[in-house]
Nanobody, 124 residues
């Protein structure tokens, strides 16, 4: 079907940068948009950024606007999340998710496929 694999996580000091990658394989032709979610211990999973496959339009959570950039290379079935000016509160497990049917991008239940996550640690 569809498999998603995240990479690029790691440890970085506050103010630093990381680029996360999401590699999609399998049948991805019907995807509507791809998003990055994150979840920190004791907190709910939250949508970080999303990109519409057809048009490349993007959406961001208020907490990351101006710092994070989501992009895609549809020919390679890759989605990226460039994270700049990282803050300790950005520390979380980051997940790539794919939606076939659309809906509110901030709702995890609208996504059909998920990666296993990549851990991001931001220290002071």
């Amino acid at each position: 079907q569809v498999q998603l694999v995240e990479s690029g996580g790691g440890s970085v000091q506050a103010g630093g940068s990381l680029r996360l990658s999401c590699a999609a394989s399998g049948y991805t032709f019907m995807r509507v948009y791809t998003a990055w979610f994150r979840q920190a211990p004791g907190k709910e999973r939250e949508g970080v950024a999303a990109i519409v496959t057809r048009f490349g339009t993007t959406s961001y959570a208020d907490s990351v606007k101006g710092r994070f950039t989501i992009s895609q290379d549809n020919a390679k079935s890759m989605v990226y999340l460039q994270m700049n000016s990282l803050k300790p509160e950005d520390s979380a497990m980051y997940y790539c998710a794919l939606s076939r049917h659309g809906g509110s991008w901030t709702r995890a239940e609208n996504f059909d496929y998920w990666g296993q996550g990549t851990q991001v640690f931001v220290s002071s």
